[in-house]
């Protein structure tokens, strides 16, 4: 028998639709989400109702309110956006999985002017004719760098594509075994070269690549030298790299351009905020590389931008090829990227604005001054079950930018109180549960909680208000 045609006392006491909808809990429900999707919501809660009475589940008669409770529960679980804010307490300042580098209050002030209202993306305003939107960021690119021209498109990855296609298609490219990388994803130099229409020719070996390896491989069907910044992993002990330097003269003495694929890039000395060099675009310009590649949204903490910057004749053969309109950028991030790079203009305030910065920049001592301050409260908060310590940790930059090189940092560490490592993993997932969720890593039996992306301590603890402490 079909169980909805089985008669029962019970499904006759279910309140109707109509009787939730009028209920002082629908109310606010039905203004913020409005009629259609509010009524869905409540039949989805009726009809779940009615098979808990089916299955003998229900022990007392639900009231138009409480099923009314249950139904806005689910309508605000869905409403919640799929693209959230998060804490990022990883200890990884540009974690790709988390968006990368935060951008600075100009930078969002800029791209949020730029939603609300038409701009002269590709209209010149002194002339009243047609502009181009490389024109917004050109200049300033150009002086922060020393290149002659420069060009962005949607990220480093297609800033590689299109100048391998550019100048090395039906060509040759010349790479160092040493430097084939994969980045992530689908990121690996010799699939990208081979949909650039580019011939992979690779010299040296893994560890160990010399002048000569370049200077025998380059002939008649070379279109460029290629270099690319080990970003994500370093080849240590018995090796051998070619400079850029040298790499330049030994390309330009056969008449072809070398393309450096610098990854992360930076505009500024890091050894400036303390942490080791980390080559700068200005030189690897000066170091005689004819393009120069780099990210916007890695250290430079802009939004996701690839950048070419180099050879004015060589920009322009980019800026020619048909790839260009499929990669280009839209006016909200050119927007926040140049007021990314005028903030780059004035160096000693670039440390107080560029999040990325002012993160990386943090020291140990302010971190535990932090945690000094929260370890009550979230010890509190997480009740007698867990114990929360304040702990030593090491921070990393993340996306590729110096792989091996950590910072002093400061965790809450938090411990189940009886040694299960399932009530780790259960904390873990009520903390990705939160209205902000709150990530953290699992290292040595601990959750850490890493405090130097952490800068809005009110609402991290009022994220944690609402944590459903694991038994
Ligand atoms: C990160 C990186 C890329 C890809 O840059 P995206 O901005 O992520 O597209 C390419 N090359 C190197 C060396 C990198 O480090």
Redesign the pocket.
Known sequence: MDADTRPSPSLRGLPSVDQVLKTPAAAPALERHGRAPLTQAVRAALAQAREAVLEGRLAAPLSPEEVALAAVEALEHRARPSLRPVFNLTGTVLHTNLGRALLAEEAIEAATAAMRAAVALEFDLAGGGRGERDDHVRELLVELTGAEDATVVN???AA?LIALNTLGQGREAVVSRGEL?E?GGA?RMPDIMARAGVTLIEVGTTNRTHAKDYAGALGEATGLVLK??T??YRIEGFTKEVPARELADIAHAKGVPLVN?L??GTLFDLARIGLAHEPTVREAVAEGADIVTF?G??LLGGP?T?FIVGRADLIARINRNPMKRALRVDKIRLAALEATLRLYRDPERLRARLPTLRLLARTREELAALAATLIGPVGARLGAGFTVEVADCASQIG??ALPLETLPSTALAIRPSNGSGGALNALQAALRDLPVPIIGRIAEGALLLDLRCLEDEAGFLDSLRHVEVPA
């Open positions: 990220n480093n990855a590689v990388i980045i990121f690319v910044h970003s994500n694929d990854g992360s990210s949204d890695k996701q690839g996306s590729g």
